[in-house]
């Protein structure tokens, strides 16, 4: 979903920010709280003296827990935006944190896990990948880590490990 689009189904609030950071960050309304209506999801940033940067920032955690939160039916092959991040040749993918693939790669991953079950390895095979490659991916982002084990939990699975 476009950004307008999701702004539209969100109330934005703006308020002062508190802690360190003198005057100018008590007297200002730079702090940004996003509500998600129909999902009932908040977020809140308030990091930056800046409003714009802390409504992007806000805007990128929503973007987050809804694909941490909410789950899809999951689609017949590999979606598009993820089929781009998978390197072929070695069944790998390869998308960081920083990537603008990254949230719908956790979305689209969390959502065949839940389809299979939670189940790595079905889900794995599913996208075109290593089952360790995926087991990587979901364990490498404490919040994506959290949700994979609770699909896994809710399935009467282990929970996954991570490698230190």
């Given at each position: 979903m476009d950004e307008a689009g999701l702004m539209a189904e969100c109330e934005l609030d703006t308020l002062r920010a508190s802690g360190p950071g003198g005057q100018k960050r008590n007297k200002t309304e730079s702090a940004v709280r996003i509500r998600h209506l129909p999902s009932g999801i908040?977020?809140?940033?308030?990091?930056?003296?800046?409003?714009?940067?802390?409504?992007?920032?806000?805007?990128?955690?929503?973007?987050?827990?809804?694909?941490?939160?909410?789950?899809?039916?999951?689609?017949?092959?590999?979606?598009?935006?993820?089929?781009?991040?998978?390197?072929?040749?070695?069944?790998?993918?390869?998308?960081?944190?920083?990537?603008?693939?990254?949230?719908?790669?956790?979305?689209v991953a969390l959502d065949l896990l839940a389809a299979h079950g939670g189940r790595v390895s079905d889900a794995a095979k599913q996208l075109g990948l290593t089952t360790g490659n995926l087991s990587s991916f979901l364990t490498a982002d404490d919040d994506l880590f959290v949700e994979a084990n609770l699909i896994r939990t809710q399935n009467g699975l282990g929970p996954l490990r991570k490698r230190e």
């Open positions: 908040i977020v809140i940033a308030n990091e930056s003296r800046s409003q714009h940067d802390n409504r992007d920032v806000a805007l990128r955690r929503l973007r987050k827990a809804l694909a941490l939160k909410l789950r899809e039916p999951a689609q017949t092959g590999v979606p598009d935006e993820i089929a781009a991040a998978i390197d072929d040749k070695k069944k790998r993918l390869k998308v960081g944190q920083k990537d603008a693939r990254y949230i719908p790669a956790i979305a």
